[in-house]
């Protein structure tokens, strides 16, 4: 009978810490994506400035 309360905390730990795992796991791929699309802003705005240059260069 007294090992019916381990077996119970035993398993909530495990579910908490697969729970807490699951957020960490989240918020790194949240972070991921985002500095994944910082990234493609930035190739962007760095193509468009090279083509604005180049243009600037051919009015001159």
Known sequence: MSSYPLIIWVALSVIWFIVVLYGVDRVQ???SN???E???RMRHLEEE???LKEKEK???
């Open 29 to 31: 791929k949240s972070k």
């Open 34 to 36: 985002h500095q994944s």
């Open 38 to 40: 910082m990234e493609k």
């Open 49 to 51: 400035n090279q083509r």
């Open 58 to 60: 051919e009015e001159d």
